[in-house]
């Protein structure tokens, strides 16, 4: 079974600044995805970003990046220059492919709870 | 607007009773799935559906029943044998078909068992 390690439970930091959090995964597979989920107070849980394992780059959006090591099967998340609206859960979550196309269900971690202070 | 929706944003149950969760979605996607959400924990999958009239259990699926009629509706059933469901219940979708590898979720169900 895969499993999501996400180490810190809380982080915060100023208004600006850059902040990295972590994610370690365990599969035996090849091939699977990961993403960053945000989920702020609204509970709503909204896709920060995505990475397919077969991909070398790492994935960015906007203020958004990934350091994607597959090896060490390390999936951390950037967030630059960070905002007040930032203040979210941040999950981090696995999905193994099937061979044939589609999969099962999300493998999450346990989150992050950031905090951006003014 | 396209997008998935669950119904109701809160619930309350009584021991011993059965309630069901509704979720839709007019994405015109094929699979849709049911993640559970208890304070400080991840989701965990409860079930999930590729196609219309077929389903699997996920990790949690003890105490929970669902069915998948048409393809825009997946509901959940918390049944009695639930021993602990009070909990935050988060609907799901993709389409795998059209090549989107990205769930989708709708803005969740708070269940509270009095």
């Known amino acids: 079974a895969q499993t999501v390690t996400q180490s810190q439970p809380e982080m915060s930091v100023q208004e600006a600044e850059t902040v990295t959090l972590s994610c370690t995964y365990d599969t035996s597979e090849s091939n699977y995805y990961l993403f960053w989920y945000k989920q702020p107070p609204s509970r709503q849980m909204i896709l920060v970003i995505r990475?397919?394992?077969?991909?070398?780059q790492n994935a960015t959006e906007n203020r958004f990046s990934v350091n994607f090591q597959k090896a060490a099967k390390s999936f951390s998340l950037k967030i630059s220059d960070s905002q007040l609206g930032d203040t979210a859960m941040y999950f981090c979550?696995?999905?193994?492919?099937?061979?044939?196309?589609?999969?099962?269900?999300?493998?999450f971690g346990k989150g992050t709870h950031l905090i951006i202070q003014p | 607007d396209g997008g998935i929706t669950q119904s109701p944003k809160y619930l309350f149950r009584k021991e011993g009773q059965n309630v069901t969760l509704s979720c839709e979605q007019n994405?015109?996607?094929?699979?849709m799935y049911w993640y559970r959400q208890d304070p400080g924990q991840g989701l965990r999958l409860i079930y999930y559906s590729q196609i219309v009239n077929d389903f699997q259990k996920g990790d949690i699926a003890e105490g929970y029943s669902v069915s998948r009629e048409k393809k825009e509706s997946f509901p959940l059933t918390v049944t009695s044998a639930q021993k602990n469901p009070t909990a935050f219940y988060l609907c799901?979708?993709?389409?795998?078909?059209?090549?989107?590898?990205?769930?989708?979720f709708g803005p969740g169900t708070r269940l509270t068992v009095l």
């Open positions: 979550a696995f999905i193994q492919m099937y061979s044939g196309g589609g999969a099962d269900g999300l493998t």
């Open positions: 990475q397919e394992a077969y991909k070398q």
């Open positions: 799901a979708s993709t389409d795998w078909v059209g090549g989107t590898d990205t769930q989708y």
């Open positions: 994405l015109n996607h094929d699979a």
